[in-house]
Structures are given as structure tokens and as C-alpha cells.
């Protein structure tokens, strides 16, 4: 089988910020993503879990983008423009798909 090189790009963000994320997302052309809730997790604020809360505002997700190299730059101006003002990361890692046609 034929592999094709690809983007895997992961987006850990507050779950607040979730619709506009994906809004930009959607407008920079992104056709597919996946959402994951995270359970916790630890950064410079310390260690912090889901556990007790009564809602998900005070969570985080993870949005997975899997898309073609060249769509990289696109992809990364959108997201930026959500995440720079909020808590959040953003990784890129590289990965091999099949049926590249479909990213």
C-alpha cells in the first residue's frame, strides 16, 4: 500500500473556545478535525483535572487536524488566531495516511 506524507497538528484548547476554533477552522478551508474531550492534564498553572466539575467551561479539548503539507501554513495562521489569546498548544507532528485523497 501506498503511504502519503501528511500533518497530524493537535490543538489542546479551552473547552469554551471550542466553536471558535473550528469557525476558523471551517473558513481556512479545513475539512476534517476531531474533537476529544481531555480529562487534565499539567502546565504552568500546575496540575488540574475534569474531576468535580459541574460543567465543561473549566476543561479543556483537543481538536486533531490531519491535512496535506501544503495546507500546513493555513491551517496554523487560523488556529493562532484563536489560540494566541486563550490557553492553549498547538503541535505538529509528521505522519503517513492512506487514501491521501481524502485530506
Known sequence: MEMKDAKRVE??????????????LDEAGVTGYTIL?????????????REGQVSIAGGMVAII???RPDRLEGLLEAAFSVVERHIGVVTVTDCSVLRAERF
Open 11 to 24: 490543538i489542546i484548547i479551552e473547552a469554551p473556545m471550542e466553536n471558535r476554533l473550528t469557525d476558523v
Open 37 to 49: 474531550p481531555v480529562m487534565g492534564g499539567s502546565g504552568r498553572s500546575g496540575r488540574w483535572s
Open 65 to 67: 487536524c490531519i491535512i
